[in-house]
């Protein structure tokens, strides 16, 4: 991993890693051979790179892995709870330091109807947008497949 990554704000801190660490899969060789699997520190971080960025993965540096690896991970790990599991853990320890008022939470939000989304039986437009096979104004071709008949 590049330096300039691993001292900076994008490195995970060992305090945070010593927590998460254990919350992972445990992954073992494949029987069918192939390429070793990625540090699992350098996936996390650049699974949180990518979410306090919010680039998106396949623009996420390479120092961490590629990005479809990245992703590949983070779908895992989603569908196995880890992320839950480390927000439980989290909130129970703040909870613990500083406290969290159980009885009343607020979610903000809003329900509305999206603009521009248009009723259920709106009418149709009167033109298709994919009115292709029509005829063609004097001064300009037809379309073709790949380019044929140009």
């Avoid at 900076?8 to 992972?24: K, Q, T, V, Y």
């Avoid at 129970?92 to 903000?108: A, T």
């Avoid at 259920?120 to 044929?148: L, T």
């Amino acid at each position: 991993m590049s330096k300039s990554f691993r001292s900076g704000s994008w490195a995970l801190p060992e305090e945070l890693w010593n927590r998460l660490e254990p919350l992972l899969p445990k992954y073992g060789r494949s029987k069918k051979g192939g390429r070793p699997r990625l540090c699992l520190r350098s996936v996390v971080e650049g699974i949180f790179y990518v979410l306090r960025t919010g680039c998106q993965w396949k623009a996420a540096p390479a120092c961490f892995g590629a990005g479809s690896t990245l992703h590949k991970y983070f779908q895992e790990w989603i569908e196995l709870g880890i992320f839950e599991k480390l927000w439980k853990a989290v909130l129970l320890e703040y909870d613990d330091l500083e406290g969290i008022d159980w009885k009343w939470q607020s979610l903000d939000g809003a329900m509305t109807k999206a603009p521009l989304g248009g009723e259920k039986n709106r009418e149709k437009p009167d033109r298709s947008r994919q009115a292709r096979h029509q005829a063609v104004g004097p001064y300009r071709r037809g379309w073709h497949p790949f380019g044929i008949g140009c």
